[in-house]
């Protein structure tokens, strides 16, 4: 899989382009502003939510690729100020919707939890593409914070050695080309084209 399947599926996914990638392609992100890194609670708040969205299985789950911590860095690196106001606000409202704590809830409750705010993110990106592509209204709208947080785990995960090498096929110097190749199905995306 290269970078443009992972996009579109990160697209398909949340409904939404990922955020931040102009900054992550040019060669100058935007500045951080003072005081934007994240606390660990933070970055294992968001841990656990992206365990959610991709637990362990028979693979890795978002917590062994560390997608907390390429969360807290892609935010700080690639996000405006205002981006990273409004993930931080999702963030903020995570937690209180939880009752306080994200991390203190049940693995149930938490995907409960997180399948409402994407019935909701979903909502509203259908919501802004309504208002018509390319206009004034449509470029300054932002997404819902957990748009922002579920394309992030995603990206996070499968950018990882452990997304990329255990759950994706990977190979790190591709063979031959061979156009008429058997799908089994069930097997994994490939990692490399």
């Known amino acids: ?6 996009l579109k599926m990160i697209f398909a996914a949340t409904g939404a382009a990922m955020i931040g990638l102009p900054a992550l392609a040019s060669a100058k992100p935007p500045a951080a502003p003072p005081g934007a890194g994240f606390s660990e609670a933070e970055i294992a708040t968001l841990d656990e939510i992206a365990e959610t969205i991709l637990p362990r299985t028979r693979t890795p789950g978002a917590k062994d690729a560390a997608t907390g911590a390429f969360m ?5 690196d690639c996000y405006t100020a205002r981006q990273q106001a409004t993930f931080r606000a999702g963030l903020a409202d995570i ?4 009752g306080g704590s994200f991390v203190a809830l049940a693995p149930d409750a938490r995907s409960e939890l997180l ?8 909502k509203r990106a259908v ?3 309504e ?3 390319g206009t004034v209204e449509a470029a300054k709208a932002m997404p819902h914070p957990f748009t922002m947080i579920k394309q992030l785990a995603i990206f996070g995960f499968f950018t990882s050695k452990q997304g990329a090498t255990e759950v994706l096929k990977y190979v790190a110097v591709p063979g031959r080309y061979d156009g008429d190749m058997a799908y089994v199905p069930g097997t994994p995306a490939w ?3």
Do not use: H, I
């Open 127 to 129: 919501e802004v593409s």
């Open 1 to 6: 899989m290269d970078r443009r399947e992972l």
């Open 131 to 133: 208002t018509g592509t």
């Open 191 to 193: 990692a490399t084209s």
């Open 115 to 122: 399948r409402r705010l994407d019935a909701e993110a979903r």
């Open 72 to 76: 807290a860095r892609f935010v700080t």
């Open 95 to 98: 937690d209180k919707r939880a």
